[in-house]
């Protein structure tokens, strides 16, 4: 099959085997892809993965072990966990010790014309919802773990630092509790995306002496950090949601001295994610910058290091 | 009066004079005073403090606007408010936008033979506390605000970081839970004041895998967050006590991959303070290291930043 390989440096490998289904697994023909900004961190050498890149997809399941899967069109959890550390034990599968994650460590990845996933990652995707919406449901999954972390208040103000896509999909995820949300950002096209929304947007520069009481991080850039520390009220809360490779430097002296709680978020749940896309609760539609096929991966990678670029896909089958 | 001066450099002024009392405020004659690392930073120059330091203490109110307080043992909190900010009118005076901190910024401290106070900011101290305890009512109600922060709960596990003088009483406050604690620190000594009272301890390069639930970060030195970061638990806590001069760099990604909550933590509540004080529930007696008279405060200073010594008291005046 044709797959887009990153081995320290990126290729399209024109004759890569398909995987080999495990017999808890489904095989999964993947229809799209979505490449997200830890795909270009990796490409950087952050987290020193090695194989096939991607997690964001929609399929079709080929094999299954549940003979009610097959043919379905589906999308899939990104971290494969042992079952039996003590965080799996826990409920906390996500930080499995043992865990794999699709394109990221230790598993080959979406950018190919198969892939394996243990049948329980699946979820299946309603007739509504359209494959280029499904495309979106993993990142749309980690906005909503935020509210699954943090207790954000309708009445509570929310800022939400970066307008890339995460920080779109979280600007849109937040304002549909009710909650007061002003998008931050440094390209005025992406964030019109909101503003036509009806939410309220900013350019970094123009921000005055307003303060919120939640800061979404979503920058994907260790200055996001110090901007969040500035904006934050006392005992406001910051939620990091940036990974990337390399080190801030922080006087950590205003945490202490203003009480803020920083907290971390990675991913999230799938089943409230596609609920919000069948009941169009968010638009993602219009963050689709570009569309290339499999056989110009290497494009799309440099199409989606733009910075005028929201989300590109990857076209790998037809229905 | 007597008063130990920082205005970039530390002196004794022998002739400082006693502060004028306003009409809301109480004059407090000063029996002793307790040296904290804020002090010491506070000489390094963080902060930019200039004036009379010092801000723990126990005193007798010698004029006061209400009768009653007048010769009552006291002790003080240290921010003082405006009392009409968002921040005080939401209940938080602690952040008050307008606040001054008892020698800590724009307000002389309580290394002298007086100091005045509004009077809501004094508590009385019972008579069953000695004046030796009541020096450590601040520093106590700091380690308190942990816990009305954060729901530190019997079952999860606690490691305390920083064997300094809130180190070791973090952890006191923290075992009284019925917490399991753990306090790492670098000084066999200073942690047997702890083991003493069946606290384990270990020391940091005797760290195992062994990972906490809660860390509290206690060591003041940038160091410490790294390895907070290193023995929480995926989705575990950090609160950070420590403040200090310059900057801490930090790989953020752990972080949000880990979904770490990091809390800063200030100041405290005093009555729960004193009431654990009144039922000897946490021993402050022996970490006092040292006692000097307020006319070598200087030396006092010197003799606090000794690495062994956890706690210098100031003798100023007799009941």
Same mark, same amino acid.
């Given at each position: 099959?044709?797959?887009?390989?990153?081995?320290?440096?990126?290729?399209?490998?024109?004759?890569?085997?398909?995987?080999?289904?495990?017999? =808890?697994?489904?095989?999964?023909?993947?229809?799209?892809?979505?490449?997200?900004?830890?795909?270009?961190?990796?490409?950087?050498? =952050?987290?020193?993965?090695?194989?096939?890149?991607?997690?964001?997809?929609?399929?079709?399941?080929?094999?299954?072990?549940?003979?009610?899967?097959?043919?379905?069109?589906?999308?899939?959890?990104?971290?494969?966990?042992?079952?039996?550390?003590?965080?799996?034990?826990?409920?906390?599968?996500?930080?499995?010790?043992?865990?794999?994650?699709?394109?990221?460590?230790?598993?080959?990845?979406?950018?190919?014309?198969?892939?394996?996933?243990?049948?329980?990652?699946?979820?299946?995707? *309603?007739?509504?919802?359209?494959?280029?919406?499904?495309?979106?449901?993993?990142?749309?999954?980690?906005?909503?773990?935020?509210?699954?972390?943090?207790?954000?208040?309708?009445?509570?103000?929310?800022?939400?630092?970066?307008?890339?896509?995460?920080?779109?999909?979280?600007?849109?995820?937040?304002?549909?509790?009710?909650?007061?949300?002003?998008?931050?950002?440094?390209?005025?096209?992406?964030?019109?995306?909101?503003?036509?929304?009806?939410?309220?947007?900013?350019?970094?520069?123009?921000?005055?002496?307003?303060?919120?009481?939640?800061?979404?991080?979503?920058?994907?850039?260790?200055?996001?950090?110090?901007?969040?520390?500035?904006?934050?009220?006392?005992?406001?809360?910051?939620?990091?949601?940036?990974?990337?490779?390399?080190?801030?430097?922080?006087?950590?002296?205003?945490?202490?001295?203003?009480?803020?709680?920083?907290?971390?978020?990675?991913?999230?749940?799938?089943? *409230?994610?596609?609920?919000?896309?069948?009941?169009?609760?968010?638009?993602?539609?219009?963050?689709?910058?570009?569309?290339?096929?499999?056989?110009?991966? *290497?494009?799309?990678?440099?199409?989606?290091?733009?910075?005028?670029?929201?989300?590109?896909?990857?076209?790998?089958?037809?229905?």
């Amino acid at each position: 099959m044709q797959a887009l390989i990153f081995d320290g440096k990126l290729r399209l490998d024109k004759n890569h085997p398909v995987p080999e289904r495990k017999p =808890y697994e489904v095989l999964i023909r993947i229809l799209k892809a979505g490449i997200c900004r830890t795909d270009l961190e990796i490409v950087k050498g =952050y987290l020193d993965f090695k194989g096939i890149l991607g997690h964001e997809f929609v399929g079709i399941v080929e094999e299954s072990p549940d003979q009610n899967l097959a043919g379905k069109r589906v999308v899939g959890e990104i971290n494969i966990s042992c079952g039996r550390c003590i965080y799996c034990l826990k409920g906390m599968a996500t930080h499995c010790e043992n865990r794999s994650a699709l394109g990221i460590q230790n598993k080959n990845g979406v950018f190919a014309e198969y892939v394996s996933l243990p049948i329980e990652n699946v979820h299946t995707i *309603p007739d509504s919802v359209t494959d280029d919406q499904a495309v979106f449901v993993e990142p749309l999954a980690a906005c909503l773990q935020i509210t699954e972390q943090v207790h954000i208040t309708p009445c509570k103000n929310v800022a939400v630092l970066g307008d890339g896509n995460l920080g779109l999909l979280c600007a849109q995820v937040l304002t549909a509790t009710g909650t007061q949300v002003l998008a931050v950002g440094k390209h005025q096209a992406k964030l019109n995306t909101l503003k036509q929304r009806g939410i309220r947007t900013c350019l970094v520069g123009e921000l005055s002496r307003e303060r919120a009481d939640f800061v979404v991080e979503c920058t994907g850039s260790p200055s996001g950090l110090k901007e969040a520390l500035q904006i934050v009220h006392p005992r406001g809360t910051i939620v990091l949601k940036s990974t990337y490779r390399g080190q801030a430097r922080i006087n950590l002296a205003p945490m202490v001295i203003d009480e803020i709680t920083i907290i971390g978020s990675r991913c999230g749940p799938f089943r *409230p994610a596609i609920r919000l896309l069948e009941k169009n609760t968010i638009d993602v539609l219009s963050l689709i910058s570009e569309r290339f096929p499999l056989g110009k991966a *290497p494009q799309a990678i440099q199409a989606a290091l733009g910075k005028q670029t929201i989300k590109v896909l990857i076209d790998i089958s037809d229905r």
